[in-house]
């Protein structure tokens, strides 16, 4: 995603609702000097990405974000990290890169995706039918 097409993002996402062309060229006036068919030419190619769905409203689009920006970071650091010829190198090196607090952060979130810890059979315990 390009410079531009980021801060039109951003506005949808943090906004979290239906925007127009309109909308988002008036905040970004706040900003810089842009021309409403830029920012629709943007949006249009948003949608064109797969970023944004659009409803036809009268005679312009009310555009949504498909996806979270949670998500979207996931797929850079998912496509960026497959780039690598080393994962774990790759991944030891962005590890020396966070701070503590998204080193916890890391840590909270893997211990979520792994889901409730199982414990393990103690000496002597009799295993499940599904584990024989």
Known sequence: MGEL????????????R?????????DLQQERSIAYT???TVLDN???KGWVRRESEGRAYRYEAV???????AALMNDAWSQSDNPAAALIA???MMSEEQRQALRDA????????TPAPGPGSVP???DR
């Open 5 to 16: 097409e980021d801060a039109v993002m951003t506005r949808v996402w943090k906004w979290n």
């Open 18 to 26: 239906p925007v127009t062309v309109r909308e988002v060229l008036e």
């Open 38 to 40: 830029t920012v629709m």
């Open 46 to 48: 948003l949608h064109q």
């Open 67 to 73: 996806s979270t920006r949670a998500a979207y970071a």
């Open 94 to 96: 962005f590890f020396g």
């Open 110 to 117: 893997i211990r979520i995706a792994q889901g409730p810890e």
């Open 128 to 130: 499940e039918a599904g």
